[in-house]
């Protein structure tokens, strides 16, 4: 479905105040050649020369709690401290015939409490569900958000219907009650848990834009090409100049590319032009085009340094090792660099052999 209109009928839309904590639960674009880009910059120098000539100094995390914040009437950001490992934001639009979630989160245990907090706010039923990408620490609480139409990318939708597969397949090889190996990053107390989690997959997809009205309230959806992962889109309240921007925004914590990350920094320009005032992260606090400008500075770097690299030969391992990332080795995740630059050598492999993209 492209630039499709879903109407719903609502109150009139109200102007986005400051944001404001309600209480939570008691318990609780393209890349280009090898060597277009290349740079060999130490981190810390080409910080000082990003951005005009401004450095971007490390800054760390703030604190903040899981919970409900209010971005204005009727409009809800749920954060879950402290944004590490499948411990992701979801958010909400409140209207009168019913509820717009935004993501849905790892463990059951944090829909149902996710569930709880909206609840708290409203009793109206869900209408819709907005995947902002195919992650499981965004969409295994599918299932639990009942009622509600499921809206994602046609390229999300491919993700997950592959990866059910090949889970599926991997449950077939397996003995009975057999559910293989623990993935490192999977804590043990969701372990058991997640054996509840049943693939539930959007219905409605789009290719480039989707607006859903909630009366007077738009809700744009866009993608902008393969970034984080392939079908990424990005939540926008026009009206409140609030931006969910899923997985396409990290705030002080390394982010993980499975997609494009060249392009990703385009992503980010993308959004630096648009009308935004409070940016949801998929991970971290809420922020604003400061932290997304953090972000894609360490992006930038990571795509030139790596193409640099690449360009010269090295193999992936030996590009880690001479890759310094300085302060930013201090950000939470920052093994992701590793991964990342994995990442950026197998899509230029790709980019160089002509195979088809994959996404993770």
């Known amino acids: 479905m492209v630039g499709a209109v879903v109407g719903l009928s609502r109150r009139a839309g109200k102007r986005a105040g400051r944001p404001r904590r309600v209480p939570p639960a008691p318990d609780g674009a393209a890349a280009g050649s090898r060597a277009a880009h290349a740079s060999t910059l130490p981190a810390a120098r080409y910080r000082a020369r990003s951005n005009e000539g401004r450095a971007m100094p490390y800054r760390p995390r703030p604190p903040y709690q899981t919970g409900v914040v209010e971005l204005g009437e009727d409009l809800y950001a749920y954060l879950q401290w402290d944004g590490g490992w499948g411990i992701s934001n979801a958010g909400f ?56 139409e499921i809206v994602a990318h046609e390229a999300c939708h491919a993700e997950m219907a592959e990866a059910a597969r090949r889970a599926a397949e991997a449950a077939a090889a ?61 939540v926008y309240f026009p009206q409140s100049k609030v931006l969910f921007a899923g997985d396409l925004a990290f705030f002080y914590s390394m982010p993980l590319c499975r ?8 992503v980010c320009d993308v959004i630096t032009g648009m009308d935004v005032e409070r940016i949801i992260p998929g991970h971290g606090p809420i922020g604003g085009k400061r932290e997304l400008e953090d972000m894609q500075e360490y992006l930038d770097f990571m795509v030139r340094e790596t193409r ?51 996404g993770r």
Do not use: C
């Open 259 to 266: 997609g494009d990350m060249a392009n990703w920094v385009r």
């Open 93 to 148: 639009l409140v209207g009168d015939d019913g509820l717009l979630v935004i993501d849905a989160l790892m463990a059951p245990s944090m829909t149902r409490r996710l569930i709880e907090a909206m609840r708290r706010v409203s009793p109206a039923p869900f209408r819709h569900l907005v995947n902002t990408h195919m992650h499981a620490d965004h969409t295994n609480g599918n299932q639990f958000i009942t009622g509600a």
């Open 174 to 234: 397996r003995a009975p009650g057999d559910r293989g190996p623990r993935p490192g990053w999977i804590q043990d107390s969701w372990w058991e848990e997640l054996a509840e989690v049943r693939p539930t997959l959007p219905v409605t997809t789009f290719r480039d834009h989707l607006t859903l009205h909630y009366g007077e309230t738009e809700v744009r959806l866009h993608h902008h090409g393969p970034a984080h992962t392939l079908g990424d889109a990005l």
């Open 308 to 358: 640099a690299a690449y360009a010269e030969g090295l193999s992936a391992e030996q590009a880690a090792a001479r890759i310094d990332i300085d302060d930013w080795a201090k950000w939470p995740e920052a093994e992701r660099k590793e991964m990342n630059i994995a990442g950026l050598y197998a899509l230029l492999e790709r980019e160089r052999t002509g195979a088809p993209r994959a």
